[in-house]
């Protein structure tokens, strides 16, 4: 009955048998229904069977249309509808979250090698480690140095998802933190070397560097069927988490034990070895993928749909359309505000603590990178939470708006607290609290690009994330201003501003932000139709009957107008056995 409705809401006037795959999969459909006589192929045609193995009736359903839920449950070993007996998606997840923690190392890195060159007056340890390295440099140089990472980090944003959608997405982030590695390597050389050096080092890493989230999207718009898109897409970017967690906690400890250069060259060698095992492992689409079960691949492939016949070319983005919509307008002003606080709460916390508390720098450290672990805790965990929301309850609209009033209203809210505290330990909690939860935004607005375009989803991405940058620049100069005397009220002011900018992004989001695919985003009229993939042996056997009978079936059909076809002819096909023989034969 259900079809029945697909079909009538999106057949064309003029009908066209099915193919045999699709007679196949409709007759393979019939067993989950407990009339056999009420469903007629009358009104299927090509596109009405297009529309109900496709997204388009989600809207009616709420999750998914009757062919796509027979897919998922038939393509299933496990018959759980979810192909969890294959994973391969998930470990493209893992490898691309893997890559994330060791760039945002490499940002971590910098800091905590600044610091000490920083603190040499002050620190009699780091003085010495300065002199014995020759690292003389002002405190001008030193902030270039720090800033200069974003200069390029921001220009090829923009160009990165363009470069993204062009080539190969999975090429595009191995080689370009293969390169980022290899500077990494460099650095203590470059730092030895001269500041000016070390900026044009730090420069090129941010180049490289911004190619990783347009990458990382653009590997999801192939692997990330659309009920796990949330789950996916934390897992990933929780990378950058738990990256600053471990970055912050380990330099400090490296720098202090072993000298400043050994986290560059550590750090640079996990590069090196994490390009080796996702060049290995991972693959740019699942119909690419040599290790991938046939379950998996045709189980995302159909839950995917028309992205994946998509070219991606470039020269088809509508980019006055883009540039004219309010939800694109929603996701560039969420990644302004995540950029600044972010980045914030890398660079200024171990700061904060010395000059309002009296902490030294490893212990500021320390506490500055706990907020980011909790966070690597929340960012997975919102993710699963707004998936299950979207299958059961709410539209992915509702569920994108909650989460990012969750990260950004709540951060917003303790960051207050944080500034206005005259005790340390609830300013730390404060800060735990409030960082941690906002990592409920990554299920949020992080993940509405691929909700509104999944064929531009890197070239949002680049788009928002450079624009965003623009916040990762002017957080330290903001921050040097208004922190000039090191006061307690000084960084009130600073925490204040922080949290405006927090609920003046949740208000715009709140407003403007959709979960829905944009018509603009649709695939152009003059590009192939995406056609279901063939079904397997699996689905085959569902039926009731081996490959042998079912392709006999064929043979003898092939004469057969399907859209004549009868309830009284479905009972004498070998392909449509009655119910009691169908239990019979199980």
């Not at 905590?112 to 140089?141: I, L």
């Not at 949330?230 to 929780?238: E, G, K, P, Q």
């Amino acid at each position: 009955h259900n079809y029945r409705v697909v079909c009538q809401d999106s057949c064309q006037p003029s009908l066209k048998p099915l193919s045999n795959t699709q007679y196949l999969l409709a007759a393979a459909y019939l067993k989950h229904e407990v009339s056999w006589q009420i469903f007629s192929l009358v009104e299927v045609s090509q596109c009405t069977f297009q529309a109900a193995m496709g997204s388009s009736t989600k809207a009616r359903y709420g999750r998914r249309s009757p062919l796509t839920q027979f897919a998922s449950d038939s393509f299933c070993p496990a018959r759980c509808g979810c192909c969890n007996c294959s994973l391969k998606r998930y470990l493209t997840a893992f490898l691309c979250h893997m890559g994330l923690i060791i760039i945002f190392g490499f940002r971590c890195s910098i800091g905590v090698a600044t610091g000490h060159f920083r603190d040499s007056e002050r620190n009699a340890t780091a003085g010495a480690s300065v002199a014995k390295s020759g690292v003389h440099w002002s405190t001008s140089q030193l902030s270039t140095v720090e800033s200069s990472y974003f200069w390029g980090y921001m220009v090829l944003q923009i160009p990165a998802g363009i470069v993204a959608t062009r080539y190969p997405a999975t090429l595009v982030y191995s080689l370009t933190t293969l390169g980022s590695s290899v500077i990494n390597i460099l650095l203590p050389l470059c730092i030895r070397s001269s500041a000016e050096l070390t900026i044009v080092a730090r420069v090129l890493q941010g180049l490289l560097e911004g190619f990783s989230y347009p990458a990382c999207n653009g590997i999801l718009s192939h692997w990330a069927p659309p009920l796990e898109r949330s789950r996916l897409s934390t897992i990933v970017f929780c990378g950058g988490f738990f990256g600053s967690f471990l970055g912050l906690l380990s330099s400090g400890w490296l720098s202090e034990r072993f000298g400043w250069p050994v986290m560059f060259y550590l750090y640079g060698a996990l590069g090196v070895a994490w390009f080796c095992v996702f060049t290995a492992c991972v693959s740019e689409k699942p119909s690419s993928d040599r290790c991938i079960t046939d379950e998996e691949r045709e189980y995302i492939e159909i839950e995917i749909g028309e992205s994946f016949s998509s070219k991606h070319v470039i020269s088809t983005a509508p980019w006055l359309k883009i540039f004219t919509s309010m939800p694109v307008y929603a996701i560039i002003v969420a990644n302004f505000v995540r950029n600044w606080t972010f980045y914030l709460m890398i660079t200024e916390p171990t700061k904060y603590f010395d000059d309002v508390f009296g902490y030294g720098m490893s212990k500021s450290g320390f506490f500055a990178s706990l907020p980011h672990l909790v966070m690597s805790v929340v960012v997975p965990v919102s993710g699963v939470i707004a998936d299950e929301l979207r299958k059961r309850w709410l539209s992915t609209t509702a569920v994108r708006k909650i989460f990012n009033t969750l990260g950004f209203g709540v951060r917003g809210l303790f960051l207050l607290g944080v500034g206005y505290t005259s005790d340390a330990t609830t300013a730390t909690v404060c800060m735990i609290i409030g960082v941690g939860f906002s990592g409920c935004c990554m299920a949020g607005y992080n993940a509405n690009h691929l909700d509104i375009a999944p064929r531009y989803a890197s070239c949002l991405m680049g788009l928002s994330n450079g624009i965003g940058t623009v916040g990762s620049i002017l957080v330290p100069i903001v921050t040097m201003q208004l922190v000039k005397d090191r006061s307690r009220a000084s960084w009130s002011n600073v925490f204040l501003i922080t949290s405006i900018i927090n609920f003046v992004g949740v208000i715009f989001y709140a407003m403007f932000a959709s979960g829905e695919k944009h018509s603009w985003a649709e695939a152009p009229a003059d590009e192939e139709p995406w056609e279901p993939p063939t079904p397997t042996a699996t689905a085959f056997k569902d039926v009731g009957y081996d490959n042998e009978e079912v392709f006999e079936a064929l043979e003898d059909d092939t004469s057969r107008n399907v859209a004549d076809a009868t309830p009284a002819d479905f009972s004498k096909s070998p392909l449509f056995p009655t119910r009691a023989n169908f239990v019979q034969q199980s």
